[in-house]
Each structure stands twice: as C-alpha cells, then as structure tokens.
C-alpha cells in the first residue's frame, strides 16, 4: 500500500481530511502507539491512492467518496479496536484488560459470551476469599452427607451433616484455583484467538483489496450523473436548449435526459421517448445499409454509377464507394442558396427531380481526386438501394436494421407529427421560432430519419457488434481516407478514439459517437439549440472520461452604447477570405460575415463576445484595432 504526504489544492478538501482523520485517532485513542499508528496509516495510505487516481475529477468529490467508501471511523474501527485490545490483554495476562477485551468482543460472537461468563465465574473465587476472611465460620468448601460438594456461604443452622474438608487451607487453596483458572481460561482464549489469526488477516487483505479496486474504478470509470444533471439545469433554467442525451456502455443505459418542448406553441413537453429528425446521421443508416447489399452480392463497392444514373458527369468514373467516402465530386446540392429555400425544401420531390438537380450542377472535381462532403451522394445512393430491393428507402430501412436491433422509434420521416411523439424544430431570434419543416423526399437517406438517442445508441452498439453488417465492412466504414469514412468520422477525445456523425436538418442538430474500446455510445438530439452539442458531448465524455469540464454560467456583461460602438466597423483577414462586419442593434453588438446572417454577440468580459450557438468567439483590442476570431480550436487575425 502506497503512502505519501497528500497536499491539497482546495482548502475545504484539507478541512474535511483533517477533521476525518482526528475522528479516527480519537475512536483508537485507547490503543497502544504502534496499533494506532498502523491504523491511521491504513486509513490514510486508501486515501493517498484514491487522491492519485482522481483524473482529473473534483479532489473534494473524490475525497468525500473514499471517505464514504471507508466509513464511519467510530462504527467500521469499533470491532478492530475490540481485536486489538483482546490481542493486548492475551499477551499481558492482565485480568483487567482481559475483563475489558472480552466486554468489548462480546458481540462479536458465542464463543466471546462463554469466555465472558467463565471470567465472571472466576471473578466469584474472589468473592468467595473476601467472604471466608468476614465470616470464617459459615464460608467453606463443605462436604454433605457423603454425598455432595458445595462452595460458599451456609450458615450454622444449615451445617447438620456437613463437614468443612479444607480448613486452614481454605483461602491458599481459592488463590491457586483463580490462578490455575485464569491461566487456563486465558490460554484457551489465546488458542482461539490464533486459530482465528489467518482468517482475520486474510478477510483485512481481501477487504483492503477491495476497498483497493473500489476506489481506484469509481475514479475511472463511474458515471458522473451528477455533472450532467447540473450541466441540464443550466441549460433550462436559461432556457438554451431543447432536446435529449443518452448515453449508454456496453448495452447499459448509463444516463439519459430531456429538456424542452416538442411544440412550443401548445406547450407541449418533450419527453425520453420524444423522435427527432437526425439529419445527416440518417447516412450513417445509408452506408450500411449500401455495405448489407454488398454482402448480399446486390451491390459492388467498385460498381460504377453509370449503371444507374448516366446522365450524372463522370458516371462512368464514380463508383459506390466514391459515394460513400465523398470522393466522387460531385455538387452539393444543399450548398445552393434555393436549393435551401422554403419553397425548395418544403415541396415533395420525385426521384426524376432530384436527380435532375444533381445531374444540373455538374462536378467539383474529378472522382477520387479529392474528398468533399456533399449530400447529393447520399441521395443517389438511396435510390440505388431502392432500385437494388425494388422497394421504398422506408421498408429497406426497417426490415434491414430497425426492426433486427429492436429499433422501435426509428424510421424514415415525414411531415412533422406531433401526435406521434415527434417534436419541431426552433431557432431562437429573443424568442423560440418554429421552423420550416423540410419534406423527407429532397435528402433521403442523407438526412430523412427520424429517431431518438436510446434507439440511436442501440444502433450505433448493434453496428459495433457485428448484427448488421461484417467486421469487413464495419472496417471499411471506419477506414479513413482525407479524414471521410464511408458513413462516418473519427470523433476522438484526448487520446480515445471515437466514431460517429453529426446531423442537421432544419433546427434540428444530433450527434452520435462510439468508443469501441469502452463499449461507450453517446446520442444527442436537439430541436431547438443555442448551447452546442459539441459542448454538451464534451460534458458527457468528461462525466466518462473523469476530465475536467468548465460548466457554463450564461452571465453576460450589460455594457453602455459607447462602449460598443468602439468595436463596430468591417473586419477583414489575411487568413481567411471574409469579411465581418460588426453592428449595433437595439443596444447589443452583431457580427455578420461575408454571404451570412448577423448573429448576435454576448459580452463574457469588455472586450470578450461570443456567440454560444456556433462557438464563436470574439476578442477586441481597440488600441490596435484588431479582432481575434476563436473558434473549433483555431485562431484567426482580424483587422479594421
């Protein structure tokens, strides 16, 4: 067992520490030096290690947790100190410490109440002397009509037919009983206690083990509920998020949480079992979905496009897998501003119309050249999964992973139904907006599904586990090529490595990752979000992971017109190609980039905005009339 000096950085951990540990030197303050002196350091070496296998977590948290696993000094030290003080009396012989051990030790077994009467029965030889040495005449050891022994007091009207056999020999013969009685009560009390000896130092070793293993596990690898219950509470009282997390390893439920509504307008509150639209996790479902009909020989992964959609530049080029990687080149439809207009994306669309888009805007570059995200690849590969079953995206998706995972709130989407659990989406403009609702016919199996984080993590664990599709395809999903997989991303966290997507389609935002691992799946959904999911992942991992976590406060600086006006005017880098320009509006400052809305700016400090929703971050140095753009770990130089 390790010890060491521990230093603490928080002075209510030194606080608590020290109050613990004069509890126990009290409880053992009848021990000798060394017995006391081995318990503290017992005590104290399960501290020492718990404190150095903290992670990163909270030390006073950790502290309160060994503290709790180790107990109450005056109830877990009570039988030690009786084994202790038994153990000193048995080598000293004393009958007063051994009358005190056995008082002590009496409730820790039959065996202690025999010992204990016996010297009470001992303790009468003693009685019996003081007796005799009071009334000489009527205190023997008295022998009755040839029949019978009796030891005590019997008066004289009693002693017909008895006769007094010791005499003068009476109390020398009491004193060698009470030795010759203690010493064999004591060494029989010492035998036992040897016999026990092996089995009480065994049963210290395996508790000290495992009080080892406790402490050291719940450090790394105990789920930190109680963060992410904080993290929520936040969230609602500020009112900068609606939507739900679940988080689950190895098929156990480890936490799961929804705040918000699903329809504002009626008040009506989301729950755990709410759907929401996934957007472009629904191409995680497409790509395996597209590698099952490769196992099932409908589908090759080098097959050319060409077979399906030769009106498409560079068909004959782009193979399936060029698709699902993002290396095919071709256009990002939803990168079109009317391909991103209400009256676009709320008419339903035939596969004739949609391909017909794609087929319009030509290539971004040759296939396999490069990679670029683009939704247009998962579109057609939808379709050619419909072509391959001869059935609808809708019935593929359900026969071939909702229903064999048990999946029973995923499912290709519609127009919003609110009476089926499923929840719109909002963007936040002073209020909660209710946005327009996407029809599921323009993205498809690129961002069309409508599920939930339980059934999310189900999905994600069941892919992991080899129920849908191969190892070998599982690995070629996960085989990175410029940073694209086919259907996925690494998602690492410090040195862990994670897989997953992230989705957005209207405002709705999801996240999904896996830690294969740890066997960790985490599922967010939102529909209504200025808080990032980003940050709220970030939390989940640390509540994993025992990281360190910076829980938001939401207190933003009120500051006077004046002082905003010193940081308006257009802002341009040599960085990157863009411009922003920053305003006032109603007394609160305003950033707008180059071909993007304004989005409003909080004061953190008075010269320190952010925009919490996208994690920007904007710092001002009026003297030099600079601008630093933080964001996704980057900086950027701007000047007036």
Not at 90 to 108: C, D, G, S, Y
Not at 212 to 227: E, G, K, V, Y
Not at 248 to 271: C, H, P, R, V
Not at 411 to 422: A, P, R
Request: charged share 20%; with cysteine.
């Amino acid at each position: 067992m390790k010890t060491g000096e521990i230093k603490f950085s928080q002075e209510a951990s030194k606080r608590v520490y020290n109050d613990y540990m004069k509890r126990i030197l009290k409880v053992t303050d009848s021990l000798s030096k060394d017995d006391k002196q081995d318990i503290y350091m017992e005590f104290n070496s399960h501290i020492f290690e718990a404190l150095q296998h903290k992670n990163g977590a909270n030390e006073i948290d950790v502290l309160l947790d060994v503290i709790e696993k180790l107990g109450i000094p005056e109830e877990v030290l009570k039988p030690l100190i009786a084994d202790k003080k038994l153990e000193q009396a048995t080598k000293t012989f004393n009958p007063i410490h051994v009358f005190k051990a056995l008082l002590l030790n009496i409730t820790n077994g039959f065996s202690y109440i025999i010992f204990f009467l016996l010297y009470l029965f001992l303790f009468g030889f003693v009685f019996v002397i003081i007796a005799k040495i009071i009334n000489p005449a009527e205190v023997g050891f008295w022998y009755k009509d040839s029949s019978s022994f009796y030891l005590g007091l019997s008066n004289k009207a009693n002693q017909t037919g008895m006769t007094e056999i010791l005499g003068n020999a009476f109390i020398p013969a009491m004193i060698a009983s009470i030795l010759l009685f203690y010493i064999l009560i004591t060494l029989l009390l010492k035998f036992k206690k040897s016999i026990n000896n092996k089995s009480i130092t065994m049963k210290k070793i395996l508790i000290t083990g495992l009080l080892i293993l406790s402490t050291t596990m719940s450090f790394s690898q105990t789920f930190n509920n109680q963060r992410m219950d904080s993290l929520f509470m936040v969230l609602e009282k500020n009112n900068k998020f609606m939507g739900s997390i679940a988080i689950s390893q190895d098929g156990k439920l480890l936490y799961a949480k929804t705040i918000g509504y699903s329809n504002l307008e009626n008040s009506k509150k989301a729950d755990v079992e709410t759907k929401y639209k996934i957007g472009s996790i629904s191409k995680m479902f497409t790509a395996t979905l597209v590698l099952k009909a490769i196992e099932e020989n409908k589908l090759k992964l080098n097959q050319t496009l060409d077979s399906y959609f030769p009106q498409i530049e560079n068909s004959k080029k782009i193979t399936i897998g060029n698709l699902l990687n993002h290396r095919s080149g071709i256009h990002n439809f939803t990168n079109e501003e009317y391909c991103r207009s209400d009256e676009f994306i709320t008419t339903p669309k035939s596969e004739q119309e949609m391909v017909e888009v794609i087929t319009k805007l030509k290539s971004d570059f040759e296939p396999n050249s490069k990679a670029e995200y683009s939704n247009s690849n998962y579109v057609l590969l939808s379709y050619i999964l419909e072509k391959v079953y001869k059935k609808p995206y809708s019935i593929i998706l359900e026969t071939k992973i909702a229903k064999p995972l048990g999946l029973k709130n995923t499912y290709f989407g519609s127009k919003t139904q609110i009476q089926n659990n499923e929840t719109y989406s909002y963007h936040f403009d002073n209020k909660w907006l209710k946005a327009t609702d996407t029809d599921p016919s323009i993205p498809m199996g690129a961002g069309a599904i409508v599920s939930n984080p339980t059934d999310l993590t189900l999905f994600i664990e069941g892919l992991f586990n080899g129920k849908i599709v191969s190892e070998k395809s599982l690995s070629l999903m996960k085989t990175l090529n410029q940073n694209f997989g086919m259907g996925m991303f690494e998602t690492p966290y410090f040195e862990h490595k994670g897989y997953g997507h992230t989705g957005g389609v209207d405002d709705f935002r999801s996240v999904l990752t896996y830690f294969p691992n740890e066997k960790l799946a985490v599922a967010i959904t939102s529909n209504g979000m200025i808080y990032p999911n980003n940050s709220i992942l970030s939390c989940a991992l640390s509540s994993y992971f025992n990281t360190p976590f910076a829980m938001p406060t939401f207190k933003a600086l009120k500051l006077k017109p004046e002082v905003l006006n010193l940081y308006t005017g257009q802002y341009a880098s040599t960085e990157i190609p863009i411009k922003i320009d920053v305003t006032i509006k109603d007394d609160k400052l305003f950033a707008q980039g180059t071909g993007q809305p304004a989005f409003p700016l909080e004061a953190t400090e008075t010269t320190i905005f952010k925009f919490e929703q996208a994690g920007i971050i904007l710092e001002f140095n009026t003297e030099k009339k600079q601008m630093l753009l933080k964001q996704g770990g980057k900086e950027f130089l701007f000047s007036k």
